[in-house]
């Protein structure tokens, strides 16, 4: 298996028939220390409306094979899959090897429906079980990276050695320095032959966990509830059906998302996603831990990625990748949207940054003052302080001016605050000075820099005004 390039093409995306719906499975992970709290948990996955769980009997404490797996198994409520991962692959078993796997075929006997076994053993798993053995039970070898994703051609020969035991499904799951590492995953999946778990851990792969059914990964994984995963960067069972629609993404989905560096404190998906769902569009939104926006550009550069909002830092950035860029934007000097056309893959960015925030500041005047529309913006005239320099900070400070504001630019790096308040006619100061500013009546403070953002919502980038 051998594939070209980590860049994404067209063809590779075409993988279906269009249909709306998938058959990628939503697994949740089962981990406890008790046999009791794990059939507890394995009722909420059903009511969470999983698909299958996944047994981690290394989470169990006294653990005896033939009592625990015969009630775990056969009491649950979904189809099982038993996991005893071992501590040198990331999990918590530090035993014998010979009776760990031997528990592994007790699963099989006594009904698991799938069983996971680590590539490194595998041949010498399989070679330990009997000719009549279960059936219906599929076999999962497993390969897990905690430290990155290899090269395309690397993981093809991966899969390769994987399918030679006998794998009935594969499982790779990697680790995401960049969130191009994904595309390489992505590659392997469309192209695999044979039943295949692609995940990609970390933040930066959560695109893996969500697009697995674009894709066509067999299963990705769904928490019981937020912080309790069983690997790195895995979403909740609730955000992969509410949140992003799971059970409607296909081959033809186009992909969406708001690209920052943090993103985790962003509102776009819920608001992007139930928007596409409340109109039918096939389309997902995600949030995108993006370093690098040329890289993320080339990488994914197939129609099916449609578009993204930017926010902090890469507003900038953004604008520099696009084809055509809007004068309103050009003259901002940054884009808060790019859209991809559809017929030559050309990307058009916009800054629409400015309609919304001016348009929420001039409301909020106006519903203090009493004032209505037609006597004009609140804001002409009045000092207008924008704390920042980047992105965001030139979108508010152009709006402000176009609005007839006294446009002032606060920023840590005089320089900055220099180049844009040039742009807008006003006037530009650093932070230190605004500490010493002598606000007026009517006088109004933007904040546009990062200091203040999820989790340090109490923070404030002044100390007083």
């Known amino acids: 298996m051998a594939f070209e390039s980590s860049t994404l093409p067209i063809t590779d995306f075409q993988i279906g028939d269009g249909a709306q719906r998938n058959s990628t499975l939503i697994c949740v992970p089962i981990m406890a220390e008790s046999v009791e709290e794990m059939l507890v948990k394995m009722r909420k996955a059903k009511e969470l409306g999983g698909d299958l769980v996944e047994i981690r009997v290394d989470f169990l404490k006294n653990f005896i094979p033939k009592q ?49 076994i680590e590539l490194k053993v595998a041949h010498d798993f399989f070679s330990s079980l009997p000719r009549d053995r279960p059936e219906n039970v599929k076999i999962i070898v497993s390969s897990h990276n905690y430290e990155s994703t290899p090269s395309v051609e690397e993981l093809g020969d991966l899969v390769a050695r994987i399918q030679a035991t006998g794998a009935d499904i594969v499982k790779i799951a990697t680790t995401a320095l960049d969130i191009i590492d994904n ?42 509830e937020e912080g309790v995963i069983s690997a790195p960067g895995q979403p909740t069972v609730k955000e992969l059906l509410d949140l992003y629609n799971m059970r409607h993404i296909g081959p033809d989905t186009k992909v969406h998302g708001v690209i920052g560096n943090p993103i985790d404190h962003s509102k776009s998906p819920h608001l992007y996603n139930a928007a ?21 550009i080339t990488t994914y550069s197939s129609p099916d990625f449609a578009g993204y909002s930017y926010t902090i830092p890469h507003k900038e950035a953004g604008l520099k990748c696009c084809d055509e860029v809007d004068p309103i934007a050009e003259s901002i000097g940054a884009i808060s949207c790019m859209i991809r056309r559809p017929t030559d893959g050309k990307l058009f960015g916009y800054n629409i940054d400015y309609l919304g925030a001016i348009a929420a500041i001039e409301e909020g005047l ?37 609005k007839g504001a006294r446009v002032v630019v606060a920023n840590c790096t005089y320089d900055k605050a220099k180049e844009l308040a040039s742009k807008v006619g006003g006037q530009a100061i650093t932070l230190s000075e605004l500490n010493e500013f002598h606000p007026e009546e009517g006088m109004i403070l933007v904040n546009t820099t990062s200091v203040g953002m999820k989790p340090k919502i109490d923070e404030t980038p002044v100390s007083k005004l």
């Open 183 to 224: 595309a390489r995953l992505f590659q392997v999946l469309v192209h695999s032959q044979v039943p295949m778990i692609g995940l990609v851990m970390g933040e930066r792969g959560l695109m893996s966990r969500i697009l697995a059914a674009k894709f066509g990964g067999f299963l990705t994984f769904g928490t019981l």
């Open 276 to 296: 596409f769902k409340s109109t039918g569009f096939n389309g997902i939104y995600l949030p995108l831990l993006v370093d690098n926006v040329s890289n993320f």
């Open 68 to 116: 625990d797996l015969d009630i775990l198994i056969k009491q649950a409520p979904l189809p099982t899959l038993v996991t005893f991962r071992p501590r040198w692959e990331g999990g918590r078993y530090d035993g014998d090897e010979s009776k760990r796997q031997e528990a592994l075929r007790l699963a099989m006997e006594l009904g698991a429906d799938y069983i996971d």
């Open 366 to 402: 106006r519903a203090t003052s009493g004032a209505t529309p037609a006597s004009g913006s609140p804001l002409a005239g009045q000092i207008f302080v924008v704390i920042g320099a980047g992105g965001a900070g030139k979108a508010i400070a152009y709006g402000g001016y176009e």
